[in-house]
């Protein structure tokens, strides 16, 4: 029997017509500010990379020149030992944090929602507020933080940013104090969707509190600690406006990240070309480690 060709009704098609028009009329205005704002400068980047470039002249290309100098260059190597020292350090200890501020505020407490609160307000505070009364704590002669330290026998405390050696310590505490309020929330949203039965099964079988956080607490967090320590990575490795402001790198070259070191070549030094460069070989590390992660997460998935 032949099939009955059925042709679309002219309404319908002028509606579903104007349905796409609405769709696109919602798209179009974030898809043309990302490609303006974030598309062609990355695209942009890559070009820049292999050339020499400031912005008073025309870009001479220069191929692999750049990644060359990079190489002999003994301020890009310290910029990656600060920013590898500072992620090693900042990730362990602003997820221990955060965990821990957690599984204290996952409770029905007097006052719970503002201790939350108060957790979290640190990181929608002023990164330019936040370093001067830091600064001002870890002031060597008059900072609370030394005074302390005396009052309870340190004879000789930290120099903290005025040291090469304690500097980037006190840029990872306030880094950590910073943001543990934020990975706090997602930890606390990560408790409560572990079923409460998990914990009284456990409880009736004889586990401790420290039996039922590793067997039943650890494993039903690991979707979210696998995102917290993706984002904490990524952030780690791009960090730049703590440093910039609280120690602007120093003393000396003891704070220098790659990030600020980006800046410090391209808008200060107008090197543009060797900033694209460098910015390269930063997307590269936050691309290869995010992506090792994710390779272990599968596979402990898929066991």
Known sequence: ?????????????????????AGWSFILPNFVGFALLT??????????AFTNWNVFGVAEWTGLANFRRMWGD?????????????????????????????????????????FRTAAFFPYITSIVAIAVVWNQLFSPEYGPVNAFLRAVGVHS??????????????????GTW??????????????????????????????????RFRHVTIPGLRPTTFFVVVMLTIGSF???????????????????????????????????????????VLFAICFGVTAVQFWINNRRENR
Do not use: C
Not at 178 to 198: D, S, V
């Open 39 to 48: 598309l062609a400068p990355v695209m942009a980047l890559f070009y820049l």
């Open 238 to 280: 791009k960090v730049f406006d703590l440093i910039l402001v609280m120690t602007e790198g120093g003393p000396g070259q003891s704070t220098l990240v790659l990030s600020q070191y980006i800046y410090q070549k391209g808008f200060v030094e107008n090197q543009f070309g060797y900033a694209s460069a460098v910015s390269i």
């Open 74 to 114: 003994a301020s890009f190597w310290t910029a990656l030992r600060n920013t590898l020292y500072y992620t090693v350090l900042h990730i362990p200890l602003t997820m221990a944090a955060a965990l821990g501020l957690a599984l204290l505020l996952n409770r029905r407490i007097r006052g719970v929602g503002f």
């Open 157 to 174: 405390p930290p120099g903290w940013t005025t040291s090469a050696d304690w500097s980037m310590p006190a840029v990872v505490i306030v």
């Open 178 to 211: 910073r943001e543990m309020g934020y990975y706090m929330l997602l930890f606390l949203a990560g408790l409560q969707t572990i079923p409460t039965q998990l914990y009284e099964a456990a409880k009736i079988d004889g586990a401790t509190a420290w039996q």
């Open 1 to 21: 029997m032949a099939a009955t060709l059925t042709r679309p009704r002219p309404g319908r098609s002028r509606l579903v017509w104007r349905n796409t028009i």
